[in-house]
């Protein structure tokens, strides 16, 4: 069973960083793409991030842009969010997932792209 641990989430004043991780554990796989979504209380899971395994091509959701960088550690499988001038409204349940399938590999900015996700890790901005 593959399991995808994200980690860093927490509470942190508007105009602060968090670095988000997310890492595998249990049964490999194969990973051609890994991104970032996030859901706010009442409101649908949106697209943040997400970055091609092969090429480390990145695409971030409009708001995030210039604030959040996606990264990825290839030996370790492993994905990061680091996450600068946070903002109230950044304040959600973050999610990492994998794309591990072959085939087109587009801006993996849809869930639908993805095969796997992790449970979550909440981020609070607030004073």
């Known amino acids: 069973q593959v399991q995808l641990v994200e980690s860093g989430g927490g509470l942190v004043q508007p105009g602060g960083s968090l670095r988000l991780s997310c890492a595998p554990s249990?049964?490999?796989?194969?990973?051609?793409?890994m991104g970032w979504f996030r859901q706010a209380p009442g409101k649908e899971r949106e697209f943040v991030a997400s970055?091609?395994?092969?090429?480390?091509?990145?695409y971030y959701e409009e708001s995030v842009k210039g604030r959040f960088t996606i990264s990825r550690d290839s030996a370790k499988n492993t994905v990061y969010l680091q996450m600068n001038i946070l903002k109230p409204e950044d304040t959600a349940v973050y999610y990492c997932?994998?794309?591990?399938?072959?085939?087109?590999?587009?801006?993996?900015?849809?869930?639908?792209?993805?095969?796997?996700w992790g449970q979550g890790t909440q981020v609070t901005v607030s004073s």
């Open positions: 997932a994998v794309r591990s399938r072959g085939g087109y590999i587009g801006y993996l900015s849809s869930q639908g792209e993805y095969d796997y």
């Open positions: 249990g049964r490999t796989f194969s990973t051609n793409g």
């Open positions: 970055i091609r395994w092969s090429t480390g091509r990145t």
